[in-house]
């Protein structure tokens, strides 16, 4: 295995994005008007994102021992990503996800996730010289609260930039996991399952990342849906609202983000420029269908150029 800036550890899926006009009743049906089949799930939306922005990356989740994932992991080396980590886990088929998206951007997902798609703490273990070398480690939370613990552990004991992207859910986990991140990235629903209150706007956002960031994380991004993001570090603040581009799928938004914020934390960039990148990644998301980002520098700085300065 090459050297690695990032080891991603989260979900690897078939991803079918179909576009509707509108979701048909019970008992009717709908033309599809465009039909996109992608390698998917979380980490490895996320894994893609940080290739696509230049950083070396692997990737650590569960595929089947079926044709379906061979494809996967085909595409995913063909977008530089590093599977040697993957664990084929044998008698178990790949998961499948099903993004139906109508024409106003409102998204629907149907998943088969067999269970033994999800990481163990075993085979976390069983990659812990991965987790060592990287230099940072982005840990998706919609793994099981043992294995997410464990590659949090095992990459802070290293030094690594721990990233954490979701709500640690588990209360007997969360307390150790937040102390082991240096970032934490909460979209709404999951920063209120930690602090108990959704935000709804940039006060409580902001709010809720001083009460994140307590617990351990050195830099916290809580989202307020449908308006941006809040960035709470020691010695600063700030919100940033969502840019005018024109969306079309969100689902892919929070993965580009968390992938753009990881490489600019590498390249040593000042929180806030960091957090000024991973909203503009997010941006650079919303205009094309299903969750798989296509970031360039380029889109990057076209979504830079719409954001206001101040």
């Given at each position: 295995?090459?050297?690695?800036?990032?080891?991603?550890?989260?979900?690897?899926?078939?991803?079918?994005?179909?576009?509707?006009?509108?979701?048909?009743?019970?008992?009717?049906?709908?033309?599809?008007?465009?039909?996109?089949?992608?390698?998917?799930?979380?980490?490895?939306?996320?894994?893609?994102?940080?290739?696509?922005?230049?950083?070396?990356?692997?990737?650590?989740?569960?595929?089947?021992?079926?044709?379906?994932?061979?494809?996967?992991?085909?595409?995913?080396?063909?977008?530089?990503?590093?599977?040697?980590?993957?664990?084929r886990?044998?008698?178990?088929?790949?998961?499948?996800?099903?993004?139906?998206?109508?024409?106003?951007?409102?998204?629907?997902?149907?998943?088969?996730?067999p269970?033994?798609?999800?990481?163990?703490?075993?085979?976390?273990?069983?990659?812990?010289?991965?987790?060592?070398?990287?230099?940072?480690?982005?840990?998706?939370?919609?793994?099981p609260?043992?294995?997410?613990?464990?590659?949090?552990?095992?990459?802070?004991?290293?030094?690594?930039?721990?990233?954490?992207?979701?709500?640690?859910?588990?209360?007997?986990?969360?307390?150790?996991?937040?102390?082991?991140?240096?970032?934490?990235?909460?979209?709404?629903?999951?920063?209120?399952i930690?602090?108990?209150?959704?935000?709804?706007?940039?006060?409580?956002?902001?709010?809720?990342?001083?009460?994140?960031?307590?617990?351990?994380?050195?830099?916290?991004?809580?989202?307020?849906?449908?308006a941006?993001?809040?960035?709470?570090?020691?010695d600063?603040?700030?919100?940033?609202?969502?840019?005018?581009?024109?969306?079309?799928?969100?689902?892919?938004?929070?993965?580009?983000?968390?992938?753009?914020?990881?490489?600019?934390?590498?390249?040593?960039?000042?929180?806030?420029?960091?957090?000024?990148?991973?909203?503009?990644?997010?941006?650079?998301?919303?205009?094309?269908?299903?969750?798989?980002?296509?970031?360039?520098?380029?889109?990057?700085?076209?979504?830079?150029?719409?954001?206001?300065?101040?």
């Amino acid at each position: 295995m090459v050297d690695l800036d990032v080891l991603v550890i989260g979900q690897v899926a078939r991803d079918l994005v179909l576009l509707v006009d509108d979701v048909p009743e019970a008992g009717d049906s709908a033309p599809v008007r465009r039909r996109r089949e992608l390698l998917g799930g979380k980490g490895a939306n996320q894994a893609v994102g940080v290739a696509q922005l230049g950083a070396r990356v692997g990737l650590l989740g569960v595929v089947g021992d079926d044709e379906v994932g061979d494809r996967l992991l085909a595409q995913a080396r063909d977008d530089g990503v590093d599977v040697g980590p993957v664990v084929r886990r044998s008698g178990t088929r790949t998961g499948l996800i099903v993004d139906l998206l109508d024409a106003r951007g409102h998204w629907r997902y149907l998943e088969d996730l067999p269970e033994a798609t999800l990481l163990t703490a075993a085979d976390v273990a069983d990659a812990e010289a991965a987790l060592r070398a990287a230099r940072a480690v982005l840990v998706q939370l919609q793994q099981p609260a043992e294995a997410a613990l464990r590659a949090a552990r095992t990459a802070h004991a290293a030094g690594r930039l721990v990233v954490l992207d979701g709500a640690p859910a588990d209360p007997a986990s969360a307390g150790e996991l937040l102390a082991a991140a240096d970032v934490l990235r909460a979209d709404a629903r999951e920063a209120g399952i930690v602090t108990g209150e959704i935000p709804r706007d940039p006060d409580a956002a902001l709010a809720a990342g001083r009460a994140l960031r307590r617990r351990g994380p050195g830099l916290v991004a809580v989202e307020v849906a449908g308006a941006g993001n809040a960035f709470v570090w020691p010695d600063g603040e700030l919100f940033l609202p969502l840019s005018d581009t024109p969306t079309v799928d969100t689902t892919g938004a929070g993965d580009a983000f968390v992938a753009a914020l990881t490489v600019a934390l590498l390249d040593g960039e000042p929180r806030e420029q960091a957090a000024r990148y991973a909203v503009a990644a997010a941006g650079a998301t919303v205009g094309h269908p299903g969750g798989r980002p296509s970031l360039t520098r380029a889109a990057i700085e076209e979504q830079l150029d719409r954001m206001p300065v101040g």
